[in-house]
Structures are given as structure tokens and as C-alpha cells.
């Protein structure tokens, strides 16, 4: 089914809205948009902690990329960092924010409106 002018201008003016309520226009959350952050907290999205050989083996990087790429996202409040022991093995847990929940729903919604403008 065709959409009418007004039905096209009505989704326009949406995605401006949604456009404008990011940090500056067409930009969307420059930390969660990389490829591995983007994976990082879409890992932890669906689970409530991951460790860390099990976020390297599922993004398929090596330790110095994620512990890199997940220290960013520690520094900005998006995901924490637990540091324990099993046994005499040190393990390295990550989890969810709050405000990594909040962004990450922000940052999607975004790419949908993004997308549904752009489909016509």
C-alpha cells in the first residue's frame, strides 16, 4: 500500500524528533556504534553476566581488543567490571548498566527510526 504525502511528512517529522533528541543531529551514540561495543553490550543485554573468555570467544577478538573496547565502555557507566578468583584463577566478569541498558535502547531505537525513514 502506497503512503500518502502527509502519511511520508507525518514519518519525517518523527525521525527529526528522534534525530534531535540525540547529542547533536544525525548522531547517533558514537561509544555503543563501534562494532565491538555495539556486540559487548548486546551480549550482556541478554545475559545478566558474562565473563570475559566467554565475551572474546562470542565477539571473536583477541584479549587486548575487548579489554580495550570494554574499559571504554567501563570508563562511560554503560557496563561494570567484577574481578574475583575461582579457586587460584583469576576471573574477570562484565554486566549491564542501568545507563548501558538506557543507552543501548536509545541507540536501537534510533537505527529503527532510522531505518523506517529510510525504507519508504
Not at 547533536?24 to 545478566?48: T, Y
Not at 562511560?76 to 548501558?100: M, Q
Request: positive net charge; proline residues 2%; glycine residues 6%.
Amino acid at each position: 500500500m502506497a503512503r500518502t504525502g502527509a502519511a511520508r511528512k507525518s514519518e519525517v517529522r518523527s525521525l527529526k524528533s528522534e534525530v534531535r533528541s540525540q547529542k547533536s543531529p544525525l548522531e547517533l551514540d558514537r561509544l555503543i556504534h563501534e562494532r565491538l561495543r555495539l556486540g559487548i553490550v548486546s551480549a550482556l543485554a541478554v545475559n545478566e553476566r558474562l565473563s570475559f573468555n566467554d565475551l572474546k570467544d562470542l565477539l571473536q577478538t583477541t584479549d587486548g581488543n575487548l579489554s580495550v573496547h570494554a574499559r571504554k565502555l567501563e570508563e562511560a557507566d554503560y557496563i561494570l567490571c567484577d574481578k574475583g578468583f575461582e579457586g587460584r584463577v583469576p576471573r574477570t566478569e562484565y554486566r549491564l548498566t542501568a545507563a548501558g541498558r538506557r543507552a543501548l535502547e536509545k541507540y536501537l531505537a534510533h537505527m529503527e527510526a532510522i531505518i523506517k525513514a529510510t525504507k519508504g
